[in-house]
């Protein structure tokens, strides 16, 4: 019994120094790509820090003209209500034509269009109305600014009915309006920065998560070195899993350098879970993209395919998911694909743990679910791992 | 340069990558698989919002209100709570965007003339959907309260409803939605996705073009070979040009055909953008593949160069115009962003050369920019 359990120990130790050397062949051989190195220190710093400032999805000084037909008292009060952020006056055109042809150029955005006559039909208690043209090439920046612009006027209109009651009345303005108290939650100012860097890093997790071991691994079976890991003591589960074991660290190490270097004190995230949990389902996450990867490691024959392969699970992954666009707009069908995208489960919990500050008992079925999909394309990867090669 | 030596070098290139039949098949399936998944699937319209609501005052007025949201297409009822701390937990599991708190007393309150306050909790973790909401919200809001002071004018001042109506909208306002009437999001994402399908496959068929052959060591016939340089990389890109300018064409098709985007504009300058930007997303390939030593680091490094740039700075999801005034720059020293112009400005706006030909020249700026620097690049004789 002592003997047997002996041996079985020093063959757990073996097998764990095993895989540790093959951790360390992984990160070392890593370390010695100065280029990729490099591009993975950018990509985890400077370029968090690029997309996290500049890009604002929200309505930002959209370029408005006007054709003011009118030139009056209402109608420079109204135009002066489109201000920033959301609108920045880009000047006036003389002629509705004019600012046709801005709009055709893409130099403006929206168009203003005052009538003649627009102060005297208020005086005389005519209904007016103004027309908006936008340009929506892009569907979601000309709606919001319909919309904006659609609110501007509406409380102009609202203005002037209530001063017209006003007047009329012994002075009490009391009218049945429903207002609302909006309470944004999780991120009050609404501040973009910090959305876009969060995304950005989940981003650049997805990628490299992917690419770095199953380039790595077909690396071996290009170059034939996997013939001389195979007939080695070294089991196909050790080759995998020390190939994902270094890549992970790597990823987390690189994930801590953009939290501490951009995230906190550039943007000023809260991190208002537990850090430790957000590793740990970083570490899950890598895990189980890493998976995928080294599945379509095992279909390529060569680097080009697996860079083929990549783009076609990364590319709707990273579009998809919803972290670029509304997750819940998406129609049905794409819902029910991105249930095999780990990254869809990945968004919530990073989210959920970095802003709203929720822990494990909200977010385990998202932690299941990645670590099952993770168990299953591993799975199928050593499986045919192994069959390539006995 | 001699033409022989580089029909020799595309020749041998060419048969490289028709033999390997998984790279061939996916060099052509990829940009139309990404086409119709993203053509169908990728969708920008804040719509289906998953809300709640907890109506402290279970009134007809209060129910009458609340339906406006359950019936609107923009958003997806969950059913009613009765506690703020349910909520809370709903808000935390994103298993509800937003919430309605309607106060107690509100019809009472209306009924007799007085402004009332809804609280709507919104999920601000998506800044641009927390936004889009609040417009929504103050859009039911402002029809509900033309209504109710309508009703309550013709009740209490004994105005003809008519009348009242008038009252309550003195100035209204059209919009005309221009280019894309509809204002589909597919008609403005299908164009730019042709920038996207060019702009993340084609870089990655040349990017391990010449690192292949570093890393195999087959570059050493060509340094012992009397092709010279120009003729060497000329020879390399010239079945992926091919390749890429097929996959333009059916591109173009299923826009029109599947999606039916409408082109406005002409087909030369597109067609002539669209080979402009072919040599630009290869050269970048090129380039890579020139400045590493492994496949693994010019496949991520064209993979991420080729994918991020494309998804945030191309105008494909946010307007160049909206960006800060850095990322700007960043845009602008990306070919991308003007090939962008050019396919939503042929298809959506009709315009034609003469009104795309800064971009046009942007893009061969980029074209020639990229070839001189390849060109600088490789040499014949490495080190060691």
Redesign the interface.
């Known amino acids: 019994m002592n003997r047997n359990d002996g041996t079985s120990l020093e063959a757990v130790r073996l097998w764990t120094l095993r895989l540790f050397v093959m951790t360390r062949k992984e990160l070392l051989q890593l370390g010695r790509d100065a280029p990729l190195l490099l591009f993975l220190l950018y990509s985890f710093s400077l370029s968090v820090y690029v997309s996290g400032a500049g890009i604002a999805m929200q309505l930002n000084n959209a370029s408005l003209v006007v054709h003011d037909g009118d030139h009056s008292e209402s109608s420079r009060e109204l135009i002066h209500r489109f201000h920033e952020p959301y609108f920045r006056f880009d000047g006036e055109v003389r002629d509705p034509k004019e600012g046709m042809a801005r709009l055709d150029q893409g130099t403006a955005m929206v168009l203003l269009d005052i009538p003649p006559r627009f102060h005297e039909a208020i005086g005389s208690r005519e209904p007016v109305s103004v027309q908006l043209q936008v340009d929506t090439t892009n569907a979601p920046q000309g709606l919001s600014a319909a919309a904006y612009a659609a609110r501007i006027v509406g409380r102009f209109s609202s203005d002037l009915t209530l001063s017209r009651l006003g007047a009329a009345s012994d002075g009490t303005m009391l009218m049945p309006v429903v207002d609302s108290a909006h309470r944004v939650w999780f991120n009050q100012d609404q501040d973009e920065t910090w959305f876009q860097s969060i995304s950005h890093i989940m981003r650049m997790i997805t990628l490299f998560a992917f690419l770095l071991p199953a380039a790595a691994l077909v690396r071996e079976k290009e170059h034939g070195t996997v013939e001389q890991l195979l007939v080695s003591p070294i089991t196909p589960l050790q080759i995998m899993l020390s190939k994902v074991l270094a890549m992970t660290l790597v990823i987390l190490a690189a994930t801590a350098l953009a939290m501490v270097t951009v995230l906190k004190p550039v943007f000023g995230v809260p991190i208002k879970g537990s850090v430790a949990l957000f590793f740990l389902m970083t570490a899950l996450y890598s895990f189980t993209t890493a998976g995928l990867g080294l599945f379509a490691a095992t279909v390529a024959r060569n680097q080009a395919q697996v860079g083929m392969m990549a783009l076609l699970v990364i590319s709707p992954m990273l579009l998809l998911s919803g972290i670029a666009t509304p997750f819940e707009a998406m129609p049905s069908w794409v819902q029910t694909l991105m249930a095999l995208s780990p990254l869809r489960y990945f968004v919530d919990v990073t989210y959920g743990i970095l802003l709203k500050g929720v822990g494990l008992e909200l977010l385990w079925d998202s932690m299941l679910a990645m670590a099952l999909l993770g168990g299953t394309m591993f799975g199928l990867g050593m499986w045919r791992f192994r069959r390539q090669f006995r | 340069m001699n033409v022989r030596r580089i029909t020799a070098v595309a020749t041998k290139e060419w048969k490289e990558t028709v033999r ?1 039949r ?2 061939l098949l ?2 052509f399936l ?1 940009p139309v ?2 086409m119709v ?2 053509g ?11 809300f709640a609501v907890l109506d402290r005052d279970q009134s007809s007025l209060s129910r009458d ?1 609340v339906y406006r949201f359950i019936e609107s297409r923009y958003f ?1 009822y969950q059913g009613s709570v009765s506690d703020e701390r349910d909520i809370d ?1 709903l ?4 298993a509800i ?1 937003m919430a309605i708190v309607v106060p107690e007393r509100f019809e009472e ?24 909401l ?6 039911v ?2 029809a ?2 033309q209504e ?2 309508t ?3 013709t009740r209490t001042r004994g105005l003809v409803p008519e009348e009242a109506r ?16 509809e ?3 597919t ?3 299908v164009p730019a996705l042709i920038m996207f399908a060019l702009m ?2 084609s870089p ?1 068929l040349t ?2 073009g010449v690192v ?1 052959e570093k890393e195999t060591g087959s570059i050493y016939n060509i340094y012992s070979a009397t092709v010279s340089k120009a003729e060497f990389l000329i020879g390399k890109l010239v079945p992926y040009f091919t390749i890429s300018t097929i996959n333009v064409v059916v591109l173009w098709v299923i826009a029109v055909w599947l999606f039916g985007v409408p082109f406005k504009g002409s087909f030369t300058a597109f067609f002539l953008a669209s080979l402009l930007f072919i040599l630009c997303s290869t050269g970048i390939g090129l380039v890579i593949s020139l ?7 010019a ?6 160069i080729a ?2 740039p494309t ?3 191309s ?1 494909l ?3 160049v ?4 005034p ?3 720059v ?1 845009a602008h020293l990306f070919p991308a962003m003007y090939y962008t ?1 050019v396919v ?2 042929s298809f ?2 009709g ?1 034609d050369l003469k ?1 795309m030909w800064t971009d046009l020249l942007a893009l061969a700026v980029f074209a020639v920019a990229l070839r001189l620097v390849a060109y600088s690049l490789f040499t014949k004789r490495p080190k060691a």
């Open positions: 390997d998984l790279f996916m060099s990829l698989v990404w998944v993203f169908y699937g990728l969708v920008l319209d804040v719509e289906h919002v998953p209100y997806d937990r808000l935390g599991d994103t965007r309150q209306l009924l007799e003339g007085r402004p009332v306050t809804i609280q709507t909790l919104l999920d601000g973790t998506f800044p641009l959907h927390a936004d889009t609040k417009g929504y919200v103050i859009a809001n402002r509900f309260t109710r002071i009703e309550f004018l008038r009252l309550a909208e003195p100035v209204s306002l059209e919009t005309r939605y221009l280019y894309n009437q204002v589909r999001s008609w403005s994402m993340v496959a990655l990017a391990l292949r400045l590493v030593r492994t496949q693994m680091a496949l991520i490094i064209t993979i991420i994918m991020v998804i945030l700075f105008g999801l946010v307007p115009s909206s960006l800060s850095g990322a700007q960043q112009d939503r400005g959506l706006k315009l009104a």
